[in-house]
Nanobody, 117 residues
């Protein structure tokens, strides 16, 4: 079973930047796709960005050009660099991974990102 630990959330002013990290640990696993989701109050959880094992990326339209997802396979870690943040980016951000040939999935505990106007 894979456990995910997220870090890097916080409070930032509009126009600022944050970098989220998510490290996977466990035994007998091989990570496939890694991604970040977010959930704002009263809204459904949505995909923000994802990166495959071959580093192919996918972004929500709302973050294209502002956010960058990357991964370090040696560390089983995925990152989300968030630039030009605006109040609409305020949400709890969750890390998600698929592993072992997409047979299993794991979620992080979530990290709060708050962007003030």
């Amino acid at each position: 079973q894979v456990q995910l630990v997220e870090s890097g959330g916080g409070l930032v002013q509009a126009g600022g930047s944050l970098r989220l990290s998510c490290a996977a640990s466990g035994s007998d696993f091989e990570i496939n796709t890694m991604g970040w989701y977010r959930q704002a109050p009263g809204k459904q959880r949505e995909l923000v960005a994802a990166i495959s094992s071959t580093s192919r990326t996918n972004y929500a339209d709302s973050v294209k050009g502002r956010f960058t997802i990357s991964r370090d396979n040696a560390k089983n870690t995925v990152y989300l660099q968030m630039n030009s943040l605006n109040p609409e980016d305020t949400a709890v951000y969750y890390c998600n991974v698929f592993y072992n040939n997409y047979r299993l999935s794991a979620w992080g505990q979530g990290t709060q990102v708050t962007v003030s106007a």
